[in-house]
């Protein structure tokens, strides 16, 4: 069984920054293609940043240069910083674990204040 659970979201100015991270456990993060996506109000959830196994990351179109995708292995968590953050960065962002079947976790709620 795996958990995925999200922290660090919160309220935030623009052009600040935020660090999110996804505790897993029942796998490893440096075993699978782990990802952040959100959903903004009123809109489907979409992808910001994948990393796969072997370390390979692609990042969404409009959060490139700003954000970065990292795992750590010792503690099996999955982070997303955030910099230069704009309020169309407000959303409910959440993690994601591909093992053949898809996991996530409950979501953190990141607000970006203009």
């Known amino acids: 069984q795996v958990r995925l659970v999200e922290s660090g979201g919160g309220l935030v100015q623009a052009g600040g920054s935020l660090r999110l991270s996804c505790t897993a456990s029942?796998?490893?993060?440096?075993?699978?293609?782990v990802a952040w996506y959100r959903q903004r109000l009123g809109n489907r959830r979409e992808l910001v940043a994948i990393?796969?196994?072997?370390?390979?990351?692609v990042y969404a179109d409009s959060v490139k240069g700003r954000f970065t995708i990292s795992r750590d292995n010792a503690n099996n968590t999955l982070y997303l910083q955030m910099n230069s953050l704009k309020p169309e960065d407000t959303a409910i962002y959440y993690c994601?674990?591909?093992?053949?079947?898809?996991?996530w976790g409950q979501g953190t709620q990141v607000t970006v204040s203009s």
């Open positions: 994601n674990m591909d093992t053949g079947y898809s996991y």
């Open positions: 029942g796998r490893h993060v440096t075993d699978n293609a």
């Open positions: 990393i796969t196994s072997v370390g390979i990351t």
